[in-house]
């Protein structure tokens, strides 16, 4: 059987070997790929995203146990940053979760970003996909401690939460417009901290600024504490209301459409960065540009236009 074969018959085996080769780019994994895409549009798609410190690991924790009150089947996608020196990563938020380690009904993958900005990895999409494929219910994507605009988050999930936590500085200025209009729900995490209410308070002015159209899902700030399980059952019941929102108004059917835009998209970017770099890497074309651009014979723009002219792109 094939890889893609025995992630469809349940082999959690097959598909931990599988995201493996596809994070690590191997083009078998494209093949396996293909079979499994048909299989996939099942799962709840849950993203969550914040600052580093925020406690998103320790929250998503308490949720993989609530869904799991539920028998639902979870999937987690772990991201972890790219050391820019090394090349290496920790990859320890699984570390928080690992009550679940035993749990057959938990599958638990870690992604470092390989330089991939946005909050994500590059393979997240993939590795979601094959979750999904593998019978997964609800796949969680909790991304790498991000700032101001990385929210690569909300092509990929079907509810995002913004984590947020007090004594961040300026509460004003920790939620700039990217952030603030990804998020589905807010959370104020670390509740029992001093100035939990003041940023709840803040978040909540920011969003009624917003003013949404007629119809439209209105988020909402609430406040947990992820080390005691306050305030969980609170933010389930909010991801449950706003997926039924969604199935309601239609607003699911276009999700899907720009995540599978964004697939196709990303994936075409990729294979043709490789094509083409591979290509005038083999017959010497790289060098010659390299050369030319030190002693200023030619220049990027025009080497660019070159390099596309000779592929004869329609």
């Not at 690569?152 to 509460?171: F, R």
């Not at 909010?238 to 309601?248: D, N, P, S």
């Amino acid at each position: 059987m094939t890889l893609a074969e025995r992630v469809l018959d349940g082999d959690v085996r097959a598909a931990a070997r599988l995201m493996r080769d596809i994070d690590d780019r191997f083009k078998s994994a494209v093949e396996e790929l293909k079979t499994l895409y048909p299989h996939t549009g099942n799962a709840y798609i849950l993203g969550i995203t914040g600052p580093p410190g925020a406690g998103k690991s320790t929250l998503v924790d308490q949720i993989v146990a609530a869904f799991r009150e539920k028998q639902l089947r979870v999937g987690v996608v772990a991201i972890d940053p790219t050391s820019p020196f090394t090349g290496g990563a920790i990859l320890g938020d699984r570390i928080r979760m690992n009550r679940h380690a035993d749990d057959p009904g938990v599958f638990i993958r870690s992604l470092a970003t390989r330089g991939c900005l946005g909050g994500m990895s590059r393979s997240t999409m993939d590795v979601v996909n094959v979750m999904d494929a593998m019978g997964m219910d609800v796949v969680i994507v909790e991304t790498v401690g991000v700032g101001q605009d990385e929210v690569d988050i909300v092509s990929t999930a079907h509810t995002t939460a913004v984590i947020m936590v007090p004594g961040l500085g300026d509460d004003i200025q920790a939620i700039k417009a990217g952030i603030l209009e990804i998020g589905d729900v807010f959370v104020v995490n670390k509740a029992d901290r001093d100035g939990a209410d003041r940023t709840a308070r803040e978040l909540s002015a920011m969003l009624e600024m917003k003013h949404p159209e007629p119809g439209a899902w209105l988020p909402r700030v609430l406040q947990t504490e992820g080390c005691r399980g306050v305030g969980i059952a609170e933010l389930m019941e909010e991801f449950e209301a706003h997926r039924k929102y969604l199935k309601a108004s239609g607003a699911l059917q276009h999700l899907i459409e720009e995540r599978n835009a964004k697939l196709f998209s990303d994936t075409l970017r990729e294979e043709l960065f490789d094509t083409v770099f591979g290509a005038i890497k083999e017959n010497g074309r790289y060098q010659e540009i390299l050369d030319g651009l030190r002693d200023r014979s030619t220049d990027p723009y025009t080497a660019v236009e070159e390099v596309l002219a000779a592929r004869a792109f329609p």
